[in-house]
């Protein structure tokens, strides 16, 4: 069974009430493929998930940015996979680098995070990398493996889980890992699934790579054959990101 691209959208901290209203406006005008040919969804902050649900068109997903790793209760700032469901959010984004490294999130808490999210019913954006360190140490494998084996301990359904691959040092930083060089990565991601949890997942389970993705370099990466899509960052709030969900034609016509 092919693999449906999937095109995330993470908006980061970003954004006012008017500002959402654009991009939202953008997003819904735009041409993109049908639905049978990729998935889009898009992560606003918490406080604009409700309206970015509404008003986003039908065939666009939303997602939060994060969700807690247990029932709601006395944990002041958070908010619960519970809520998420019961606000009709399908899709939530957890583990992703800025999480790990600003607050300390370690691979075992965001595991347990993927596994009680997926329990709540949610669909779940699980991301890993390694940091610029880690790449010239030549750990890339260890690190992304390290992190993929604390979700796999916790969660034997991958059905609702997207791995999005995000080398820390190419978010934000204009860095992009040239398509071979993320191509080898999720190779290799795909290898250990299949050796790990089962050729079934590993043929199945969409690896989706993140770290600058802009219009100009999607094509070229949409093209490697172990992509299935991309998480973006800072371009999901441009009309480009437009572009990006359009790389989906690619694999299409592959």
């Known amino acids: ?45 918490f406080v604009f998930l409700p309206y970015v649900k509404d008003s986003l068109r039908p065939d666009f997903h939303v997602a939060a940015q994060n969700c807690w790793v247990k029932k709601g209760g006395a944990f002041t700032g958070e908010v619960s996979a519970e809520m998420l469901v019961n606000l009709s959010i399908p899709w939530v984004i957890i583990g992703h680098s800025e999480r790990r490294q600003l607050l300390k999130e370690s691979n075992e808490f965001v595991a347990d995070k993927v596994a009680y999210a997926l329990a709540q019913g949610l669909k779940v954006i699980a991301c890993i990398g390694e940091t610029l360190e880690q790449r010239e140490s030549g750990s890339t494998m260890e690190v992304v493996a390290a992190q993929t084996k604390a979700i796999a301990e916790k969660v034997s359904d991958w059905t609702n889980v997207v791995l999005a691959y995000e080398p820390v040092w190419a978010i934000g930083t204009g860095k992009v890992a040239t398509p071979a060089q993320a191509q080898e990565v999720h190779s290799e991601l795909r290898k250990w699934l299949q050796a790990n949890i089962s050729a079934e997942v590993a043929a199945s389970t969409r690896i989706i790579y993140g770290g600058s993705v802009a219009g100009a370099n999607c094509k070229e990466l949409a093209a490697q054959p172990d992509i299935d899509g991309f998480l973006v960052g800072g371009a999901s709030l441009k009309p480009e990101f437009i572009d990006i969900i359009k790389s989906a034609e690619v694999k299409k016509n592959a």
Not at 1 to 25: D, P, Y
């Open 1 to 45: 069974m092919a693999r449906k691209f999937f095109v995330g959208g993470n908006w980061k901290c970003n954004g006012t009430t008017e500002e959402v209203k654009k991009i939202v406006s953008t997003l819904n005008a735009g041409q993109v493929p049908s639905q049978d040919v990729v998935e889009v969804v898009v992560s606003p902050p």
